[in-house]
């Protein structure tokens, strides 16, 4: 069975807006990376045709550049600032500091997931399954899905993740550290292992991958959010 998607239309947007709106609330919307999704646009649009009929009310749609934890984390840290009592705008300005210094990183055990994805040519998917080759992948300054580095062997994989958390983590001690997994929770817990040896964070959020970022990285993805520094996103 192949499994697709579709985003949200700007009249869906608008919808699920207005009730806030006419309770006199100020909206901050955290949305899934306009790299991999038009979602964020349609969430914009949305934004902009219901506000001509709120002229007074405020709409901040913040992009993630980042899709599962990467865009979950940062929308745990916009309910911490509501409940600080800021305004939707001084709340978007810390919310997209945020996502410049979030990297989200992951690998995929099925090469032809991202074949199918249109990331990956049919030659090199099968090359690599038969070469047991497993890509490192990232969200670039764009939000964009890129390859940076391969490695051989499942094991090597997970380990490079750390690898990336030990290199460029910042201050973990005062940050909740995502993994993201797809049927493969000994990979995950592993992963969190290694997070644990060198620099231990505050706390360690792990979940299953959503359905619709998880339909497109497939079975055995395990993936890797945390902050860095700002120019995180164009680092290998």
């Known amino acids: 069975m192949t499994v697709t998607t579709s985003q949200i239309s700007p009249h869906q947007y608008m919808e ?34 219901i ?17 599962s934890l990467g865009e979950g984390l940062v929308a745990l840290e916009a309910a911490r600032l509501r409940d600080l009592d800021l305004s939707a705008e001084e709340a978007a300005v810390q919310l997209r500091d945020l996502v410049q210094r979030m990297f989200n990183v992951f690998t995929v055990d099925d090469l032809m997931h991202l074949r199918r994805g249109g990331r990956l040519s049919n030659v090199a998917a099968i090359v690599g399954m038969v070469l047991n080759i497993k890509p490192l992948l990232k969200g670039n300054e764009e939000g ?15 380990e490079e993740l750390a690898a990336r ?9 005062k940050q909740i550290v995502g993994i993201a997994e797809a049927g493969c929770k000994q990979d995950a817990a592993y992963l969190a292992s290694l997070l644990n040896r ?12 959503e359905p619709v970022t998880g339909s497109h990285v497939g079975p055995g993805a395990l993936a890797l959010f945390f902050v860095s520094h700002d120019k995180v996103r164009s680092e290998n």
């Open 144 to 158: 964009k899905i890129v390859s940076f580095a391969k490695v051989r062997g499942r094991k090597k994989s997970i």
């Open 16 to 49: 699920f807006y207005e009730p806030w709106l006419k309770q006199g609330l100020d909206i901050v919307f955290v949305c899934m990376s306009s790299g991999i999704s038009g979602s964020c646009n349609s969430a914009r649009l949305g934004a902009q045709m």
């Open 51 to 67: 506000l001509e009929d709120y002229p007074e009310r405020r709409i901040e749609v913040v992009d993630t550049l980042g899709a």
């Open 198 to 209: 060198n620099h231990p964070p505050k706390e360690i959020l792990t979940v299953d991958y």
């Open 165 to 173: 958390y030990d290199k460029l983590v910042v201050e973990p001690e």
